[in-house]
């Protein structure tokens, strides 16, 4: 209904922001990513949107996001089965684009359940599973250290830790050391090599 949604910041809280377009005041949900980007109240702002109109619930909400990118992350997840607008957006405001990517292409549910009030394993579960065709390839060049890997310490080598944080992805320790068995250089390079190793099947 609305591509996007552009004026002076009237209110923000911590789980929507009202943007006053042409006098109107338009309450639009967003994720804390976004409302982190905006400004605050008096300034001026513009959001692409996603209406949600539910007739037999008798629903219609507003999403805004800061970028093209956010949105169509948002589209793809809200079209797996059963998954809401509303754990949608939980989902964006505890994990990043890039990170999800990754979890998607790395099947670790188990992350994205972790960090999504209200999703469970299941539904992580089948998220990864509707959408692993979407992030086949993914580039994991422009992912940081912090998204490759979580806190991992231990192994007489970095290639030791660079397994390890395989591990802890979700990978077992054999399909992780042979990943990593011929890869050279820092311990996040060479998780992106396992990473790419293991994509690759």
């Keep these: 209904m609305f591509y996007y949604i552009k004026g002076e910041i009237a209110l923000k809280t911590d789980s929507f922001v009202v943007i006053d377009a042409g006098g109107v005041g338009y309450r639009l949900y967003a994720s804390t990513a976004t409302l982190e980007k905006i400004g605050a ?47 949608a957006i939980a989902l964006l405001s505890n994990i990043s684009p890039s990170k999800f990517a990754l979890c998607v292409a790395t099947n670790d549910y188990k992350y994205i359940a972790s960090k999504t009030p209200g999703l469970g394993a299941k539904g992580a579960e089948r998220i990864v599973l509707e959408l692993k065709d979407k992030f086949k390839g993914v580039d994991l060049d422009g992912i940081s250290t912090e998204e490759v890997t979580e806190v991992y310490h231990g192994g007489s080598s970095d290639r030791d830790e660079a397994a390890g944080a395989l591990m802890v992805l979700g990978y077992s320790a054999q399909e992780a050391k042979r990943a990593v068995a011929s890869a050279n250089g820092t311990v996040e390079e060479m998780v992106k090599i396992g990473l790419k190793n293991l994509m690759k099947g």
């Design 41 to 87: 109240s008096g300034e001026f702002a513009k959001l692409y949107t996603y209406s949600n109109f539910k007739s037999s619930a008798d629903i219609f909400d507003i999403y805004g996001f800061a970028d093209l990118e956010e949105l169509s992350l948002f589209e793809m997840i809200i079209g797996v089965s059963r998954v809401g607008a509303k754990t």
